[in-house]
């Protein structure tokens, strides 16, 4: 097979057309990818005969990949080699995670001059920030509002690369917390040990599971997994997509599938809203995506690979209503149903008594716009811990709690015309951390009375027409209409912002326009394209539309619903057969079991059934095993959760030996 250099195992396996990679020793059961971050097993393939996650695991010219085909078997070896000693460096501050925030932290720390060390398991630092492709939220002069992920990423990697006293290891894991203040790592040179003074734990967060029969078919995968094959590795995964989860994740997945050409035939939200940004909702809807809230999926179906979802409505306990289930023919079901901190590492360092911080999605769940400020923050503390003189601005606490902010109320939209050649139409009805119109605009015509990033904005009445705020809104929520100006008597037009395929608009060409929330509004006709000053890749696109429709006018629909095909019994509850445990295949009926018999100790169910003991160490069944306790009627109070020990991550037997030049058989 061909692959490109830096390219991992499973993106290389998914461009050369493979979705399984392995079927399961316990039942045969076919193995694609789940999280692609190293979090879970679904993707163990065997490299040169040793099992390896193939999402953590970069290509090489002559690589040997094979399937996971039953156990394999332990090579014989003639003669032991000779160990060594466990090779221990020293550093002032150790940080884990190269995400936004904590390169934040170790940008701070380093211009004091402190001596950082910054470790990531990726071969390259930016986190998450490097699959995000749409502008961010928040400030521009706090969080890097209105520019693109990617981007980002690039100005703070570019800055930390300037300082001097932080040292930065990449695909470097860390693997456990010790009793005696040291932590252990293990990279392609090894298994080593760092002793630091204060450790900042900034590793992100792991995506939650969602269990329903099917669910572990290879097709269903986390919405970040999708993220990281399309936005990362450039690959398309997949040609009919669904999504489960209307928080801010699915509702930006989706958006990145349909710029990438693929179709999405909806999404589904168990509440009766969706948790994401509103602005972010409303791109799906008007370009036809479906949102279906208070509904779930039900069910998944395929041989071998996913081929058909089912979902159905849902009641306020969330019980699937009987007559409303609906089935789709798809490909891929993204599940993006919330996020858990990965903090284990941080609640064992504090046990074992070193100073230990942690910021960022593994302290609290957020937009990396706050991860991004957090960082910031806490590098500062760590200097004022390690008795630096440095300023902390009062103000700092009350933004980093504004920019983790949910989404506040929902204000109604009353369309307004302005007067003169132009004037902006701003339909942002709803609270959230975001200003970058306000600074865009270099006559201050857009204010935001109250809270000056969370408040609504408005425009108060003076226009130039220089479309920099239909450039600078992250959100798309933004025209521009100049009245009367048409070719026509009677219309005028509308500049809305595109980011899509320009490929199939073409000048003079009819299109259908729709509302702010997608619904339909008239047609209009193409008269001028043009890429946005400072951002190429949106597009403003002049539309001549009917004056009185030119304010309600917000994009273009691109989509058709599909509606699904009706009919399709309905379960009270997660059947016996649904995998609960991937990497062991453990089934609810088994877990069931152990519940019922008076297991309340997870710890036990390990013994029992051997769940939480595959490759993943329990990350990704742990909350759904406690889904099922509660079923059953369980004080979630009276179960004891695993017990937490080292390695949290695979290592293998020659390097923890200390064996130089081991080849982990």
């Avoid at 039953?70 to 150790?94: C, H, K, N, Q, Y």
Wanted: hydrophobic share 40%; with cysteine; proline share 5%.
């Amino acid at each position: 097979m061909k692959a490109l250099e830096g390219e991992v195992i499973t993106s290389a396996l998914y461009a050369n057309g493979i979705r399984v990679f392995g079927h399961h020793p316990r039942d045969g059961a076919p193995q694609g990818i789940f999280c692609v971050n190293g979090q879970c097993s679904q993707c163990m393939v065997l490299v040169e005969g040793v099992p390896v996650k193939g999402c953590m695991i970069e290509v090489r010219e002559g690589m040997k990949v094979a399937s996971c085909e039953g156990v394999p078997e332990l090579p014989g070896r003639d003669d032991l080699p000779a160990f060594s000693s466990i090779d221990t460096i020293s550093t002032e501050v150790l940080v884990i995670g190269g995400g936004p925030a904590g390169i934040n932290a170790a940008i701070e720390l380093g211009t004091l001059g402190i001596e950082t060390l910054l470790v990531d398991d990726k071969s390259e630092l930016g986190g998450k920030l490097t699959l995000q492709t749409h502008p961010f939220f928040g400030s521009r002069e706090d969080c890097y509002a209105g520019i693109r992920g990617i981007d980002i990423a690039h100005i703070l990697t570019t800055e930390l690369s300037k300082l001097d006293s932080v040292k930065v290891k990449t695909g470097t894991t860390v693997v456990g917390a010790f009793y005696d203040g040291k932590v252990g790592m293990y990279s392609g040179d090894g298994y080593f040990l760092v002793e630091p003074r204060v450790v900042l734990v900034a590793c992100g967060a792991r995506e939650k599971g969602l269990a329903f029969p099917g669910c572990d078919l290879p097709g269903v995968y986390g919405a970040g997994a999708f993220q990281t094959l399309l936005n990362r590795d450039m690959i398309i995964p997949t040609e009919r997509l669904f999504i489960v989860g209307g928080g801010n994740v699915g509702l930006i997945t989706g958006y990145h599938a349909i710029q990438a050409g693929i179709k999405v035939i909806g999404l589904v939200e168990a509440l009766p809203r969706c948790g994401g940004y509103k602005v972010h909702a409303d791109k799906l809807t008007r370009l036809g995506v479906p949102i279906y809230t208070s509904h779930t999926v039900i069910s998944a179906e395929g041989e071998g690979n996913l081929e058909r979802i089912t979902t159905a409505a849902v009641d306020e306990s969330f019980n699937p209503i009987e007559g409303t289930a609906r089935t789709y023919d798809v490909d891929t079901l993204l599940v993006a149903v919330g996020l858990s901190p990965i903090d284990e590492l941080y609640y064992k360092l504090t046990e074992f008594g070193l100073e230990c911080w942690t910021c960022g999605d593994s302290a609290e769940i957020a937009e990396a716009s706050a991860a991004i400020f957090g960082g910031k923050i806490t590098g500062r503390k760590i200097a004022r811990a390690l008795g630096r003189d440095v300023e902390i601005p009062d103000d700092w606490e009350s933004k980093q709690e504004v920019l983790r902010s949910k989404p506040g109320a929902v204000a109604d939209w009353k369309p307004l015309a302005g007067e003169g050649k132009a004037f902006p139409v701003i339909r942002c009805v709803e609270e959230i951390p975001c200003n970058p119109c306000v600074d865009s605009c270099s006559i201050c015509s857009i204010v935001i009375p109250g809270d000056p990033i969370m408040g609504l904005p408005e425009f108060t009445g003076e226009c130039t027409g220089c479309l920099k705020c239909v450039v600078a809104c992250p959100a798309l929520a933004i025209t521009l209409v100049r009245p009367n100006a048409g070719e026509r008597d009677g219309t005028s037009i509308v500049v809305v912002p595109y980011e899509l395929d320009p490929g199939g608009l073409e000048e003079d060409m009819e299109v259908r326009t729709v509302d702010f929330e997608g619904n339909p509004v008239g047609t209009g006709t193409v008269v001028k394209m043009r890429k946005a000053p400072g951002d190429d890749k949106r597009l403003l696109v002049s539309i001549e539309v009917p004056s009185e429709q030119a304010i309600e006018v917000a994009a273009l629909l691109e989509l058709e619903a599909e509606e699904g095909e009706m009919g399709g019994d309905i379960a009270d509850s997660i059947s016996d057969d649904t995998i609960i445990c991937r990497c062991e295949r453990i089934t609810a009926g088994e877990i069931r079991g152990e519940i019922r018999a008076g297991v309340l100790d997870m710890n036990i169910l390990k013994a029992t059934v051997r769940s939480g003991m595959g490759a993943c160490g329990g990350k990704t069944c742990t909350e759904l095993i406690l889904r099922l306790y509660r079923e059953e009627g369980i004080d979630l109070d009276d179960v004891t959760l695993p017990t937490e020990r080292p390695f949290v991550a695979e290592v293998p037997l020659s390097a923890f030996a200390g064996i130089k030049g081991g080849d982990g058989k």
